[in-house]
């Protein structure tokens, strides 16, 4: 209980004082502006590509692909060259369990990495909606505001209920490293709030957050300046 209570204090320390008043919108004011994903990436994980002028979508970088290609590879092969070129000691039914266990526990958190930084995030003018994934959702043509829409809320919008977007700065620290992660999050007309991206280069999500205002003509509410 007493270390709950230390990592809370220790959160809420991190939290930088911020007045949304100078954005000239009661919304801002009522929203909230701490991190809507803890903890993000301290490289870039994702890039805007304009597919055309009706559509932009958020893809996964080569960095994002590689860091997740090594976890896999390495639950997939280390298992393979241990098992094919062990030793005696290796031959043990508990060694070659713990192997192929430790092989799972890689290769599925490269699996899980690669499936979730692969998923576009994609807006699209013709379909009027923002969604994460290789498929559209079909479920928010619902009004807003329908409890029954609320489940898709996470992961899309319709870009009629968009009115801004937000840009967070969050310090991750750790025994190992400390950084800092930017946030890119759209604020819905109800004061609800949807993650698009969370990744460690400000001037990428700085740029993708103008291009994306541009896009969608709405403002950029950004928390840490320039």
């Known amino acids: 209980m007493l270390d709950k209570m230390k990592s809370w204090i220790k959160k809420m320390s991190e939290v930088e004082p911020f007045d949304a008043s100078r954005f000239n919108d009661p919304l801002a004011e009522r929203i909230d502006w701490v991190p809507l994903k803890r903890g993000g990436s301290n490289f870039h994980t994702h890039k805007m590509v304009e597919v055309d002028a009706h559509r932009l979508e958020f893809r996964p970088t080569v960095g994002a692909r590689l860091f997740a290609g090594i976890f896999l590879a390495v639950g997939i092969f280390f298992p393979i060259l241990f098992l094919v070129q062990g030793d005696a000691d290796m031959e043990s039914v508990g060694a070659t369990v713990g192997i192929i266990a430790f092989g799972l526990v890689f290769a599925g958190a490269g699996g899980a990495m690669w499936y979730t930084m692969g998923k576009p995030r994609v807006f699209d003018k013709w379909a009027g909606m ?31 209920d968009v009115h801004a977007i937000q840009l967070i700065r969050e310090y991750v620290r750790s025994d190992k490293s400390s950084y800092y992660s930017y946030e890119l999050n759209l604020i819905l007309s109800d004061g609800s709030r949807v993650n698009v991206i969370d990744h460690g280069k400000k001037s990428e999500i700085l740029e993708d957050a103008e291009k994306l205002g541009q896009f969608l003509g709405k403002p950029v509410w950004n928390m840490f300046g320039v």
């Open 130 to 160: 923002y969604w994460k994934g290789h498929k559209k959702p079909d479920l928010l043509y619902k009004p807003m505001g329908n409890e029954d829409d609320n489940k898709d809320k996470k992961d899309a919008a319709m870009l009629r």
